[in-house]
């Protein structure tokens, strides 16, 4: 048999190719000339006239022979390609012998690792290995692919689980055809058994019969603890028995891929196959889910035509009105509050005030950078700075000097722009705007640049006199954000005790401040009652 492919491939080679006659004559004349060096002068390279009727005539006998010999030879079938097992997995309707013997699926391990419970899936052995039988691993995988259309059918939650290096891809790729959750990394035991401790926190919601969200079951969620999969895909079960002893405890089916030294009474539903290669995983993996998006098409199509073929059995109480309304409201109050934006790569900015309209260019600059500095919710600044940021205003900001003038300008043009903001002067009033991503980096660098700016000592002296004197660390010549440190560390008393006490235990100088923290701190020490040891182990076991 493979001869006699081989023969039909090589047919075409085997068929004479057509006789250019095309000056033959002239060409038999060549070959016979004896080589020398005038046959390579320039006179003997010199081609004869062409004649244009003998040309057409060669290229209609060209065309007559094509169209007759096209039909011979092999025709070329459908090549495997194991890279469209993840980007176009196949469907149950593709599985074939020939498919699962490319994939390796027949391939075993050495024959002294063996389960006896899989005699019954085995062929035979070659070379110490176990050889799979592929018509068996062919009928449980169409098996395991109506289990799987019907769970999702009925709306069911399919958990796909691999756990194993390069398992990654066909797992997130079968969850996303399915609908369902997906696992590659390592299993927490006792997240089903124990599952209100472990996923007690886990978001959950309530979906219709077109899979769009309900509201209003939130208070009930709360109290119905974690939720459970309705059927388990496990691609690797020797890395995940706790999973599948876990899933045999609550009576939730499980199909896995049993290789010759697996139990295949670890699952429900076993697939004989190679769980070693990768190609045979992925193969499994999108054939399950795509029977799973089969199985969930159907029921959306019904259910769109108004046809619900399953009975939910969530045990739920429909909410009312009231509560449904209230639980939109609330839903939109955490978006504004916590400045909530589905694309991260935007940056929410604000404008200045009406009472910014008399300030000079300076303040005004230098307010709508702050303003983006502390507004840029996704921006990765530093920690310290942020904090101090919300805490900081600067009424008494010293004049600009002439030579920054034109690029403090530029950077208020650029920032009133990017705010939208269509006045001839400054901006006058509160708005919220978003802008693209690289107009957000602009500000961001701008504002970076703001705070890394020294400190003149002007400023320096209008810090000092807005704090009342009570730091003595000196400002001029340092930055805006080490500044911001030294105002919000002076303004916490645990912040200044705990630097006094970190100077201390370092030996390093200690300001008037410090010393006045320790004093108080020595103070309340000898004003504290003694506690006895029963106290003390009451409080730590507490």
Known sequence: MILRSIALRQARRAVAKPARCLHSSATCLQQNQPIDAASYSFSSRIQPPVDGDQVARDYQAFKHHQRVTNSIGSVVSPTYQPHTQVTKPPSPEDISLEL??????????????????????????????????????????????????????????????????????????????????????????????????????????????????????????????????????????????????????????????????????????????????????????????????????????????????????????TPTADQIAAAHEAERSFAQNEGFNEDTDKRVVTSTGPADQEADIQEKVDQTMMSAFEYAQFADFDEDAIAAAFDMHFPDRAAPETTELAELREKLRRTRSALNVSSDGEPTYLESTQVDAKTGAELEEDAQDMMDEPLTQQEAAALHAQEGGKCQNPYAGGSYRGALKVRKNAADPTLRRMIALKRHAYGEELSAEDQEELRKLSEANKNAPPADEGDYALRRTS
């Open 100 to 317: 699962l013997l490319a994939s390796q699926s027949h391939l075993g391990h050495s024959t002294s690792l063996w389960n006896p419970a899989n005699a019954r899936y085995i062929f035979g052995v070659r070379q110490g290995i176990h050889i799979i039988s592929l018509d068996q691993t062919a009928s449980h995988l169409r098996r395991a692919c109506a289990v799987v259309r019907g769970v999702a059918q009925r709306g069911g939650l399919i958990l796909f689980v691999g756990t194993r290096d390069g398992q990654e891809r066909i797992v997130t790729k079968a969850a996303e055809l399915a609908g369902g959750c997906h696992l590659f990394d390592r299993w927490i035991p006792g997240s089903i058994t124990n599952g209100p401790q472990i996923l007690g926190r886990c978001r959950t919601k309530v979906v219709d019969e077109n899979d769009k969200e309900i509201k209003g079951f939130e208070e009930q969620l709360e109290a119905k603890g974690a939720l459970k999969p309705d059927l388990v895909v496990c691609l690797n079960p020797m890395e995940n028995y706790v999973l599948l002893h876990e899933c045999g405890l609550n009576n939730i089916p499980t199909i896995g891929v049993i290789d010759t030294d697996a139990n295949p009474t670890w699952v429900t539903y076993p697939i004989p196959a190679n769980d070693d290669s990768l190609r045979c995983i992925n193969l499994i993996g999108g054939v399950l889910g795509r029977a799973a998006e089969a199985g969930k098409n159907w029921r959306l199509n019904q259910a769109a035509g108004g046809i619900v073929t399953y009975a939910a059995s969530h045990n739920l109480a």
